[in-house]
């Protein structure tokens, strides 16, 4: 298995935000993670990227525990901007091949290209789309086995969600795997091959999409809100 997770725990101070999570993803898949805010995605997201440390249980990516060898197999997009806005396009280009050994600069400057973004400008003048769609290029020009995606589609507009996911779906590589997490279920949902549910830093469901719509005779979406409706 490519990602494997068991019995993961996770404490902040007395309260239980991740409750025994046990699951396995194998390559070349395309994983949703869906919870509602607060059910424990971002805290076993950055788990997984070895950020926080959990209480008890074990996570291994490609058979590796999480640290440091775990780390150059997994290219993450965080939820929150990371890049400095003062810099230009070429300086994080630049950033992102010294410090990542599978960094393919020649796709990075394609991908912008397609973009029409020039390596001289600066991501402070560009709108809020444009440095996601600049982040997503960074990541998914990394020859990794496992991408992990927190919310990839957070405040931007529809047309920008379509080329974020088709950029997603043209751009890893056979025999990875990518996890995204988001809320927008709808905008995701025909691209996944299957679900993980969480809720109350529990696993609600996973299994394949295809099967619960076939089960369900419902979009993943529509079986999303009839669980989780307040």
Do not use: Q, W
């Amino acid at each position: 298995m490519l990602l494997e997770c068991k019995n993961v725990c996770k404490y902040y101070g007395k309260k239980e935000v991740l409750k025994d999570i046990s699951f396995s993803l194998p390559e070349g898949k395309i994983v949703g993670l869906l919870g509602k805010n607060g059910s424990g995605k971002t805290t076993l997201i950055k788990i997984i990227n070895g950020l926080l440390s959990l209480n008890s249980g074990e996570v291994f990516v490609c058979g590796k525990e999480i640290g440091v060898e775990s780390k150059k197999l997994i290219s993450y997009l965080p939820e929150r901007n990371y890049l400095n806005v003062h810099k230009k396009v070429k300086d994080v280009i630049d950033y992102f091949a010294d410090f990542y050994a599978d960094f393919d600069k020649e796709k990075a400057y394609k991908l912008l290209d397609e973009l029409k973004i020039k390596k001289e400008d600066k991501l402070s003048v560009m709108s809020k789309g444009m440095r996601e769609k600049v982040r997503l290029v960074l990541v998914m020009s990394r020859k990794a086995k496992l991408y992990i995606l927190d919310e990839p589609m957070g405040g931007v507009d529809p047309a920008t969600r379509d080329y974020i996911l088709d950029t997603i779906l043209n751009n890893f590589d056979e025999g990875a795997t990518i996890l995204m997490s988001t809320h927008l279920i709808s905008d995701i949902e025909r691209v996944l091959d299957e679900v993980i549910f969480l809720a109350d830093g529990k696993i609600m469901r996973l299994e394949s999409a295809d099967k619960l719509r076939s089960e369900t005779g419902k979009s993943i979406d529509e079986v999303f809100r009839e669980e989780f409706k307040c």
